[in-house]
């Protein structure tokens, strides 16, 4: 009887390196994502959280190294490229909805365009997804008529409708007024408890204690800490995650 190959991580970076001019931002980052895992990055303000983020899809060249997803290799350029970024969904601080196009139409674009859905198809599952992020009733209004919570769902659910294997987000309730972050953070919850593959960068600590089976720390380019939020929060074993926690936790 043949064994089952064990299957690998949802996303893999082995000595990554890159570089902004004499900036060394990340500096030999290993570490994997399993499927299923939410993985939440933490640290101060640049630390090259945002860059590893951006490095997986590789919205950043690396300079050396490796990042692999679903256990591919990232191609450089041209169509494999183009392929692995339609099975890695991305959501940045900013929504990035196109202004003259519908909710609807935001989300239905991407599966009709690159995954060849018919239009049908994807209008429905558009709906199901809107649904799902709890702005259905907003399917028909351009992103202007949106508050920034309803932007930022419907730029989640536009993401979703790839299907995607694994979820990145950049910070996503960042730019948002503090009263329509919780409503993002929720549905980021439901997605988690739903199994889905999840890199989330983040300033929201309650998310990470939460939602996250892992935190990786960050700090001056480099990981200084992978454990649980558990382990993170109650006892972190670097000096700098003692002091970032000690400024965040303190305000």
Not at 84 to 103: C, E, P, S, W, Y
Request: aromatic share 4%; net charge neutral.
């Amino acid at each position: 009887m043949s064994t089952a190959t064990p299957t690998p991580p949802m996303i893999t970076a082995r000595a990554v390196n890159k570089h902004f001019g004499d900036l060394h931002v990340l500096k030999d980052i290993d570490f994997e994502v399993p499927r299923g895992q939410v993985v939440v990055v933490l640290g101060p303000s640049g630390s090259g959280k945002s860059t590893l983020c951006r490095a997986i899809n590789r919205l950043e060249p690396i300079d050396s190294g490796e990042i692999a997803v679903d256990g591919k290799p990232l191609p450089a350029e041209g169509r494999g490229l183009a392929a692995l970024r339609a099975d890695v969904g991305m959501v940045f601080q900013q929504f990035n909805l196109f202004a003259h196009k519908t909710i609807l139409d935001n989300v239905t674009l991407g599966p009709v365009k690159v995954r060849k859905t018919a239009v049908a198809e994807a209008k429905e599952t558009a709906r199901e997804l809107l649904d799902r992020v709890g702005i259905a009733n907003q399917a028909h209004k351009y992103p202007a008529q949106l508050s920034g919570g309803q932007q930022q769902r419907a730029a989640i659910a536009r993401a979703l409708a790839m299907r995607p294997k694994v979820m990145l987000f950049d910070e996503p309730t960042s730019a948002l007024d503090p009263e329509m972050v919780q409503e993002v953070l929720d549905t980021m919850t439901e997605l988690a408890d739903g199994g889905m593959t999840m890199l989330v960068v983040t300033h929201e600590m309650g998310f990470a204690r939460r939602a996250a089976h892992r935190v990786v720390f960050m700090s001056d380019g480099e990981i200084a800490e992978d454990s649980t939020p558990e382990e993170f929060f109650t006892a972190p074993r670097s000096g700098r995650a003692k002091d970032f926690l000690g400024k965040i936790l303190t305000h």
